[in-house]
């Protein structure tokens, strides 16, 4: 027989007997009435890092009066006859436990020697530092809160695949801590985007994720059925016409950070659902969005990571400097040497694209090229902070025209390490211009661009109505994550990613 076909059935059969003696040993507690299931509470006092960071060592000759009770997993054992050492892993970390059999008693001393790694406890103990100087807790109680009847991962090869890590991501924080703390600084980066955009005077507001028509965005949307009403319905594809409707409606700042639907592809940049933060200002144009993009993305640099210099794919990106300003036609200039200003019409553009070897098709023009030769040539050149400009208008169909090139609007995108982290408009406030706009779309739509976008008639009402200047900005929240943590796929910032189930 093959070793590693041995190997893997000796693994088999050891983890059935562990799992065994597991459930035996979780039967002889409910015969003994210790069943650790049918507690509902423990009054948790103190965590690791806060007991570690306060511990005082008292004067020579006393002994330390810093009692704690404390709740968590325990991670390692090690007995020696009438005392145990135990590690404790509760929410901020791990701290070293000390188990005497003359201070917890006999009965509790044995049942504590047959808890296993994993099983969850509560402990109550003064805080005192060992000869070897580690800050630990003398036990006075201990007391078995929930017993875990899989052995952790790593008592065999650990958790290191991606994709077991990325399905049970409940064993992945247990066992890689690292893990845990990237999910803490996205929650503490969203915190500070709330913050910032709280004192700018933005109200967050929350808008329908189910709608009759997927606007707001280029994308496939996922389709549903309200049955009550007997329509299709679809899940949104972006925040913007909704929020747009509040601006008109008088609510001259608002922003939404929601989940967004995209039936789309998966790769390290894109997963089917993800968070975006979206905002709109009125009275204000693409000069002021990008000033709070650059304030969003160094204060929360500053605050959560603690510096503006940040490492991601290699790259020593520095958000502290001011970011780079550049059109789209000057950084293809720059990185092709094809400058589209020299450009006169179509059938030149369709020419030169074939020359580089730039993928069109046949209805596009001579703007969509031009945004085929900065996905071809630019994008991935882009590794420190760079905001491009001046996008065409038959790739920004929500977008105000720059009055001086008409063919080009009021656009940016963000891009830092190669990504695209943030796309911004001066609004599009004419609904003469909107409809023409929509109904473009909807002519790309007949001709096979299942992405283009919907006309949405509610929308055009109420910017009829009357929309004010505005500027409006769009983040998407994993991407910034992963920026700010290191993390190179979105599925290491996504508590849990989409995943195939193991049956399909």
């Not at 005392?83 to 791990?94: E, H, N, P």
């Not at 690292?178 to 005077?201: C, N, Q, W, Y």
């Not at 293809?332 to 030149?348: C, H, M, N, Q, R």
Request: aromatic letters at 8%.
């Amino acid at each position: 027989m093959d070793e590693n076909i041995q190997e893997q059935e000796l693994s088999a059969q050891q983890l059935s007997e562990l799992l065994q003696i597991r459930r035996d040993k979780l039967d002889a507690l409910r015969e003994a009435g210790k069943d650790p299931f049918v507690i509902t509470k423990y009054d948790v006092t103190a965590y690791s890092a806060d007991v570690k960071t306060s511990f005082v060592d008292p004067p020579e000759g006393e002994e330390s009066v810093m009692t704690v009770s404390m709740a968590g997993r325990i991670m390692s054992k090690r007995g020696m006859g009438k005392a145990s050492f135990a590690d404790l892993q509760d929410k901020q970390g791990r701290i070293q436990l000390y188990v005497r059999k003359d201070m917890v008693g006999d009965d509790a001393y044995a049942d504590f020697k047959k808890w296993d790694i994993g099983d969850i406890i509560g402990v109550t103990g003064v805080v005192f530092r060992t000869h070897m100087g580690e800050i630990s807790v003398r036990a006075t109680s201990v007391v078995l809160l929930a017993k875990s009847l899989l052995p952790l991962p790593e008592k065999f090869h650990g958790l290191k695949d991606p994709e077991l890590r990325y399905r049970q991501r409940y064993v992945d924080l247990i066992v890689n801590p690292e893990v845990k703390d990237t999910f803490v600084k996205r929650s503490m980066i969203i915190k500070e985007i709330r913050a910032l955009l709280d004192e700018e005077g933005f109200l967050e507001v929350e808008t329908p994720v189910l709608n009759t028509i997927a606007g707001g965005a280029s994308a496939r949307p996922f389709i549903t059925h309200h049955n009550a009403l007997d329509i299709d319905m679809y899940m949104r594809i972006a925040l913007e016409l909704y929020l747009k409707r509040l601006i008109i409606g008088g609510f001259d700042r608002v922003y939404e950070i929601g989940r967004v639907f995209r039936n789309e592809g998966m790769d390290p940049r894109h997963n089917p659902e993800f968070t975006e933060l979206e905002l709109y200002q009125a009275y204000t144009n693409l000069d002021g969005m990008m000033d709070i993009t650059e304030k969003m993305f160094r204060r929360c640099a500053e605050n959560v990571i603690g510096k503006t210099v940040v490492e991601f794919d290699g790259h020593e990106i520095d958000l502290g400097k001011p970011f780079e300003r550049i059109t789209m036609t000057e950084a293809v200039k720059k990185y092709s040497g094809v400058d589209f200003d020299e450009i006169p019409d179509l059938e030149t553009a369709r020419k030169v694209a074939k020359e580089h070897g730039v993928e069109f098709e046949e209805r596009h023009k001579k703007g969509d090229i031009l945004a085929a030769f900065f996905d071809e040539f630019v994008e991935d050149k882009l590794i420190q902070p760079t905001f491009i400009t001046e996008y065409p208008i038959e790739v920004s169909p929500l977008t105000k025209k720059d009055p001086e090139k008409p063919w080009m609007t009021q656009r940016f995108e963000l891009f830092v390490a190669g990504r695209e982290h943030a796309n911004a408009y001066s609004e599009l406030n004419d609904p003469i211009d909107q409809r023409e706009r929509f109904m473009a779309q909807a002519a790309l739509r007949e001709q096979g661009d299942d992405e283009a976008e919907r006309l949405d008639e509610d929308f055009l009402t109420a910017m009829e109505y009357g929309m004010p200047p505005t500027g409006g900005l769009g983040v998407g929240i994993d991407r910034m994550v992963q920026l700010l943590t290191g993390n190179y796929s979105i599925r290491d910032v996504l508590l849990f990613p989409t995943m195939k189930p193991l049956d399909k």
